[in-house]
């Protein structure tokens, strides 16, 4: 059983490194893209599962490991593009160091409340930080917000959901 979870643990760190290099590689390579009347970077979707990733890196790996995965995916983003790197390594370090100060606490009254709630502190201080420091405005905001807020939905639903059934099977095969 532990060792299942140190892979699952390993996977999700995987996962939230990866999340945020390709949020990062996203914007480099595409920029800003049009959606529903808003002006959107390109890496705000991958970004916005990063904070569930990290949720679920705590969650399997503990306090530590996700620390050294906030630390890596900050530091790994200068990989992608030196002049986005400051903006996005500050913006990720301070908004999942905030994610990680309030999933804590809160997790003791439940896993998806304390993810979204979270979610929600991180994804709202990453788009502040990151667009003041890459464009010196916040003319995003609201792209940005409603970008990370959806895929925060989704990416909670999904582990609502798989969660559900884990629950079941284990109640009918005991």
Not at 21 to 45: C, D, E, K, Q, S
Not at 57 to 77: F, I
Not at 97 to 113: E, I, K, S
Request: charged letters at 10%.
């Amino acid at each position: 059983m532990e060792k299942n979870r140190r892979t699952l643990g390993a996977a999700c760190l995987m996962g939230y490194v990866g999340t945020v290099l390709l949020a990062n590689w996203l914007l480099h390579t595409i920029g800003i893209v049009p959606i529903l009347g808003l002006a959107i970077p390109a890496g705000t979707f991958a970004a916005g599962l990063a904070f569930t990733m990290r949720d679920l890196t705590q969650e399997t790996l503990g306090r530590w490991a996700t620390v050294v995965g906030v630390l890596v995916g900050a530091t790994l983003s200068a990989a992608v593009s030196t002049q986005l790197a400051v903006a996005s390594g500050v913006a990720f370090l301070i908004s999942e160091l905030a994610d990680f100060a309030v999933y804590t606490p809160l997790r003791a009254r439940g896993f998806l409340p304390a993810v979204v709630a979270s979610n929600t502190v991180g994804l709202v201080a990453d788009s502040v930080l990151f667009l003041l420091l890459a464009f010196g405005s916040l003319e995003f905001l609201a792209g940005q917000l409603v970008g990370k807020a959806v895929m925060t939905a989704l990416a909670v639903a999904a582990l609502g959901l798989m969660r559900s059934r884990m629950e079941r099977r284990w109640i009918s095969s005991g």
